[in-house]
């Protein structure tokens, strides 16, 4: 890890924003209502350049506007434009840190970046926040992208320690992810649960059929591998 505080530096940015936003004063004429409309419109025929412009518009009038912070980083994100992006998400996070949609594209950002250390702390913090399956989940695929897997590992059995709300997806997720890692039993065990679930779900027994387990009432924990 680079050892670099992701919330304190955005602390900073979005400081100085404030004080910037504070020297803009009326320069502009046109309502902030018509820039979110024209933001709206351009984000729904996918015309990310005029997103970018017109929710830039909107942040730099008002910078404490997570949503509009949220939406020109998304736009940015889909436009390529990932310095952009990073500055308008990690606002926006900063706002708004259990919003779900923000933290993906922020972590998708950091991912197209190849911000490794910065992605590790920043999934690892939201995982411990959050606590929920998908976010340990997507911190075990970005270690195995990474060629971490120590940490994919140990992000891997904690994403099938927490409760998943009774959906087999999180599971069939981290089985791909075990037998990626060479980890047949973690497999097993996650489809195991998964089957336990939902024993009629047919991508659990296809997967199931894949490392070499016959679906049934018969199957255990302590088995398979």
């Known amino acids: 890890m680079l050892g670099v505080n992701l919330l304190h530096r955005t602390s900073i940015v979005l400081a100085g924003l404030l004080l910037g936003g504070s020297l803009i004063g009326c320069s502009s004429h046109v309502p902030s209502q018509a820039l979110r409309r024209n933001g709206e419109r351009a984000t729904s025929i996918a015309d990310w350049p005029a997103a970018i412009e017109w929710y830039g518009q909107l942040v730099e009038r008002e910078p404490t506007d997570w949503r509009s912070q949220a939406e020109l980083g998304h736009a ?9 992006a990073r500055r308008a998400l990690e606002i926006a996070s900063t706002l708004q840190p259990a919003n779900a949609t923000i933290a993906r594209d922020l972590a998708d950002t950091l991912e197209q970046q190849e911000a ?6 920043y999934l690892r913090d ?3 926040t959050t606590s929920t399956a998908e976010d340990w989940l997507r911190l075990a695929r970005v270690a195995v992208e990474a060629d971490d897997p120590d940490t994919a590992r140990e992000a891997l059995r904690t994403a099938l320690a927490v409760d998943a709300d009774e959906d087999v997806k999180p599971y069939l997720q981290a089985a791909r992810l075990a037998v990626r890692l060479g980890e047949k039993q973690e497999a097993f065990r996650a489809l195991s649960l998964a089957w336990q679930m939902n024993p009629n779900d047919p991508e659990v027994r296809a997967a199931l059929l894949d490392i070499g387990v016959v679906p049934g009432p018969t199957m255990r924990l302590t088995t398979g591998g």
């Open 126 to 128: 939201r995982a411990n």
């Open 116 to 121: 490794w250390d910065d992605l590790f702390a």
């Open 76 to 84: 940015a994100l889909e436009a390529g434009e990932l310095t952009v």
